[in-house]
């Protein structure tokens, strides 16, 4: 595995097969720097895909599995920006205020133009995608797919 920048690249194992996602420090530094430390605390490692539906995107990184957890680690505040929510996009999940994002995040399967400038856009998928829209669907996901492990491709 040669990444072009290793530091910021994640690299999933998931129950489905390998996702790769550059992380975008230049549009979300503070989202970057909370998924990697979480990244490598091992946070994610058995996490499932608890929300998935399809045409829109893939929901992570809530240790319970229900979509109202997170990490012990303060919420992040909003960094928002104009970058479209396009197939690949990586995200971060929220509940209404927009200053909660935490340790959970969502991948778009396609183009979702209203949460542009609404969610804080962290990465993308750039190896991977028909890995992802493998993942099984739900709301909540019966038998969930899952992040094996999530690591930091430096630390590979």
Known sequence: MTFE??????????????????????????????????????FYDGVVFHRVIDGFMAQTGD???TGTGGSD????KAEFTAEPHKRGTVSA????NPNSAN?????CFERAPWLDR?????????????VVDQIKRGE??????????MRVAADL
């Open 63 to 65: 240790p319970t599995g």
């Open 93 to 96: 999940a929220r509940t209404a």
């Open 140 to 149: 909540p996901v019966r038998d969930p797919d899952s992040i094996t492990t």
């Open 5 to 42: 920048n290793p530091e910021d690249t994640l690299v999933l194992e998931t129950t489905k097969g390998r996702v790769v996602i550059k992380l975008r420090p230049d549009l979300a530094p503070g989202h970057v720097a909370r998924v990697k430390e979480l990244a490598r605390e091992k």
């Open 118 to 130: 609404q969610y804080s856009v962290w990465g993308e998928v750039i190896e991977g995608m028909d």
């Open 73 to 76: 680690k303060p919420d992040l």
């Open 103 to 107: 340790s959970q995040f969502f991948i």
